[in-house]
């Protein structure tokens, strides 16, 4: 039975999608079988694993025409990791939802059908907190959430938080918040460094101890289609990924890792 992690910041430009992809494809390389849902009508986690958002059937047929999500699947060239595609039709199916009387809960009943064929589900949420991210948010078992390492950082943060006390309260009493994952960190500015002390010290033990750097790589691979571990599996945005990936395992207890093996060393020159 797959845990279902909604990824999740109504702020643009934060991180989401990058994380969503190569989180499942971390997961897939470490033998997961993984499955990423593209909740966002933008379909950059559906062009970032390499496919034609025209082109294929997507997840809405799955909410809107009640298409099995099985027949919506496609698989990826990065071992174990399966996406269900979206499209920017994505943005109607929240107007033609809103008369249904389980419309919170569309998404939630569709990744039910597929749930026991994964040990992880990861959604890509769209940057709002409209109906499909809500949908993200009741069917998930979790919420991460990126954080940009910039001045506007805990900007509509909490927003964000209040929605998912909402949903906590009315819809998913259940749901967890996984953690905050600081994203695109420079470590030769000043502010980035402020930003993590201030996230750390406001949240402190929800913040994952990884920090995602810039790096070009993580810019480059999904013009190829791939995930960062299929890219270049060296790189510092590789190991970052690697290394959140450990995280997210461990707390979850599915791996033993020793203190010391917890983090890979990353080389400076890359």
């Not at 390499?50 to 099995?68: A, E, F, H, K, T």
């Not at 943005?91 to 597929?114: C, F, T």
Request: charged share 20%; net charge negative; proline share 3%.
């Amino acid at each position: 039975m797959a845990k279902i992690i909604a990824i999740a910041n109504q702020k643009g430009g934060v991180g989401k999608t990058t994380t969503a992809i190569n989180l499942g494809g971390c997961l897939g390389v470490l033998e997961y079988k993984t499955l990423v849902v593209d909740a966002d009508p933008q379909a950059n986690a559906t062009s970032g694993l390499g496919l034609d958002p025209q082109n294929s059937r997507n997840i809405y047929d799955c909410l809107i025409n009640d298409v099995d999500p099985k027949d919506l699947i496609v698989s990826t060239n990065n071992p174990n990791l399966d996406i269900l595609p979206s499209h920017i039709d994505l943005v109607g199916a929240e107007l033609e939802m809103i008369n249904l009387p389980n419309r919170e809960h569309m998404l939630k009943l569709a990744l039910d059908k597929v749930r026991n064929l994964y040990d992880f589900i990861v959604i890509d949420c769209s940057p709002s907190l409209g109906l499909i991210t809500v949908n993200s948010l009741t069917a998930a078992d979790s919420v991460m959430i990126p954080v940009q390492c910039e001045y506007f950082a805990l900007e509509g943060l909490g927003k964000l938080l209040n929605t998912i006390k909402i949903v906590q309260g009315r819809l998913n009493q259940d749901l967890e918040i996984e953690g905050i994952l600081l994203t695109m960190y420079d470590t030769r500015l000043r502010l980035a460094n402020q930003v993590v002390e201030e996230v750390k010290m406001h949240f402190q033990e929800i913040v994952f101890d990884t920090v995602i750097h810039r790096n070009t790589k993580l810019g480059e691979a999904p013009s190829y289609g791939e995930t960062i571990v299929m890219h270049d599996a060296s790189s510092k945005g590789a190991i970052n990924y690697l290394n959140f990936t450990r995280e997210i395992l461990q707390k979850n207890d599915l791996t033993k890792i020793s203190n010391e093996d917890k983090k890979i060393t990353i080389d400076n020159g890359r």
